[in-house]
């Protein structure tokens, strides 16, 4: 028997901070004579998320140009990168399994990682690259020069950090977000730094409107949307920034729905492994696990399941656990404001300075090329 048929594979699904993080870790560690290692992503780039709002609210820049990064070698030669859908995947009772994408070729694999993190609505809802992504972008960046009224409807961050993109670059526009919630962003978040967030947007002319609905997006012939409590907003552009949800639904046709909860997130052990498939793990925005889903948890879930990957590789049990990680968060407001949590001590609260230095004015874009090595 050849070498190269006695090597042990692992596929990792999934290209975005989670994926490529948890591929290029293994990458550094694996041996090439004994293990293969495929990364299969759908996306042609690395999308740097954060930098997308700015990205398809305004030209300036041209930050498409750096906001969607060419992965290059930065698995060293040490892996290879799949461009191209999952259609499904088998599990099998011997640890083998396939992987099938949609142009009909299979991978077999030793053992599975999961990361394909969120879906996300509207602008966010990217093509996986070349022309069909730069019309997107640009019928959006139009869309938004053309509208004089604006709705975001969800004052999550990134509903908050829209607000701040669009009353920075166009400030002679009228701008609303509508949110089910008392304040902006959840309970997880301490009062003292929503209030602070508040105060920011109305200091921006963004109209707030709290414990109300928008259900339809619809627009009425008089260029209004009418929310649930009946009250009526002016509006030539209706923008969702109500979040992701789970990119679960391939995972769902593989193994059935049990794997799922109701939400359609992977149900998972502390170990990242699927209860009833060893071989197979999940981490980031997939899982079901009591946390914000942020970019921020990705080393955390990185370090874990590449400990377990490699003493699955052994034929040892997967020991190291995941017990959970603070909540960290940066949101821009525009170039020069916005704020930060780190929710230790007694939860620390850091203001535009803080923002931009870190985040608002470079987008963090040249601090994840040099993490990934891109």
């Not at 962003?185 to 730094?193: A, E, G, H, S, T």
């Amino acid at each position: 028997m050849s070498t190269e048929t006695t090597k042990k594979t692992v596929v990792v699904v999934g290209g975005g901070s989670v994926g490529a993080g948890i591929a290029k870790s293994l990458s550094a560690q694996l041996d090439p004579s004994k293990h293969q290692l495929v990364m299969v992503t759908a996306s042609e780039k690395y999308v740097h998320l954060p930098g997308t709002i700015r990205t398809v609210t305004t030209a300036e820049g041209e930050l498409e140009k750096r906001v969607f990064i060419p992965y290059g070698d930065f698995l060293k030669g040490k892996g290879e990168i799949k461009h191209g859908e999952v259609a499904s995947f088998t599990a099998r009772s011997g640890g083998k399994g396939t992987v099938d994408l949609a142009s009909g070729e299979s991978l077999e694999y030793d053992v599975l990682v999961l990361a394909t993190g969120s879906k996300w609505p509207g602008p966010f809802e990217l093509p996986t690259g070349g022309e069909k992504l730069q019309s997107h972008i640009d019928s959006w960046r139009a869309k938004i020069e053309k509208a004089q009224s604006i709705v975001l409807v969800g004052a999550g961050a990134v509903g908050i950090e829209f607000a701040g993109e669009i009353s920075d670059f166009y400030k002679g526009k009228n701008v609303s977000i509508v949110h089910n919630g008392r304040l902006p962003l959840n309970d997880v978040y301490p009062d003292r730094l929503r209030n602070g967030l508040l105060t920011k947007l109305q200091k921006r002319n963004v109209n707030v409107v709290l414990n109300d609905r928008l259900d339809n997006y619809t627009l009425s012939e008089d260029g209004t949307v009418t929310l649930r409590s009946g009250k009526a907003l002016n509006a030539d552009l209706v923008i969702p920034t109500v979040g992701g949800t789970p990119n679960t639904a391939f995972i769902k046709e593989s193994l059935g729905e049990a794997v799922l909860t109701a939400s359609n997130y992977v149900e998972v052990l502390p170990t990242f492994q699927l209860p009833s498939h060893a071989n197979i793990f999940a981490a980031g925005d997939i899982i079901e696990w009591k946390e914000q889903k942020q970019a921020a948890k990705a080393a955390g879930h990185v370090s874990v399941v590449v400990k377990n990957v490699l003493s699955a590789l052994k034929g040892q049990s997967p020991s190291a656990q995941y017990k959970g990680s603070y909540e960290i968060m940066v949101i821009t407001l525009g170039r020069e404001g916005g704020a930060g949590y780190f929710g230790v001590l007694w939860g620390l609260i850091f203001g535009d300075w803080f923002a931009r230095m870190l985040k608002s004015r470079g987008l963090m874009i040249e601090m994840t090329k040099g993490n990934f090595g891109f």
